[in-house]
């Protein structure tokens, strides 16, 4: 067996597999593609003998990069480097790091993604809506959600139209918005264009918004672009969207939904909403319901919205765990 220094990727990762032992490569081997997991075998079944040294060598070297991208993780590469050099030493730090961001790619703007929203919002809203829409596409979608929410109304719909007709940004660009912004981020940036953005993007961001975002951003777009606009509104799913489901469903989603939460969404919602509501609910609940909701008087908008995200949140909690069936068109949807 050559020494741990002359060892390639490939053969380290047989060696760590080999040593962590069947049922625990077996768990890895599920996160891998077939043909990396082809390759692993061929280099397992090849790999006749290792020496102590090695293999302590190798998992080592594991460790230390599982640290080093937890560090990242935590507080991004200068964080992450501070720490190793306490835990290794200044010399170990610095080829430890250099690895991982060879190896591994550092996500762009890990400075960002660890700031305040409200910071963050003071230090890009001057910014042009395809540099925010840029940097927002590499955040949670809670953290860019409330940035959205934040920004100027007549800048949200452009932003979200940006971010989800973005595809793919030149490492260039990405080095250079950094740069502009003065992030201290070291970012290592594969040479292949970076895919983010999209329709799912903004999705996930509409989907965490508050309400009244949400429809203003929507509004807009189905003005400006319909078509964008259909799109991302068949993956998305608001509280009138309970039309979409069937009674079964409906009936599965309320068991789950507080009476109150259900007397406050109903009071902003439309006719058609209520009477599918209702038509769900035994005649004695449903009464009940209606009796709350005259008695309640005016409700804030806020209020409203807040109860009718609670509920949206529910069905889409359920259809996750594949407990309803969400008719969203396109004639997919197969219920057998």
Known sequence: MAKETELTGLQKAAILLISLGPEKSAMIFKHLKEEEIEELTLEIANTRS?????????????YEVCLAQQYIAEGGIGYARELLEKALGAEKAIDVIGRLTASLQVKPFEFVRKADASQLLNFIQDE???????????LAPAQAAQIV??????????????????DRTSPDV????????ETKLASVVNQDYTI??????????????DRGTEKHIMENLEIEEPEL????????????????LDDRS????????????????????NEQVQNAIFSNLSKRLAAMIKEDM????????????EAQQKIVNIIRKLEDASEIVISRGGGDEIVV
Do not use: W
């Open 128 to 138: 042009h809506p395809q540099t925010i829409a840029l940097i927002l596409s590499y």
């Open 149 to 166: 929410s934040a920004l100027p109304p007549d800048r949200q719909p452009d932003v979200a139209k940006r971010i989800a007709t973005m």
């Open 250 to 269: 409906i009936q599965r989603v309320l068991r789950e939904v507080d009476n109150n939460d259900l007397a406050i969404a109903l009071k902003g919602s």
């Open 174 to 181: 990405i080095k250079e918005v950094e740069r502009v912004l």
């Open 50 to 62: 290792i020496t102590l040294q090695v293999k302590e060598t190798v998992i080592n070297e594991f």
């Open 229 to 244: 606009a259909d799109e991302i509104r068949k993956k998305m799913f608001v509280f009138e969207d309970i039309l979409l």
């Open 294 to 305: 005259e008695f309640m008087g005016p409700v804030r908008m806020k209020d409203v919205e």
């Open 196 to 209: 983010i953005g999209g329709v799912d993007a903004v999705v996930e961001i509409l989907n965490t918004v």
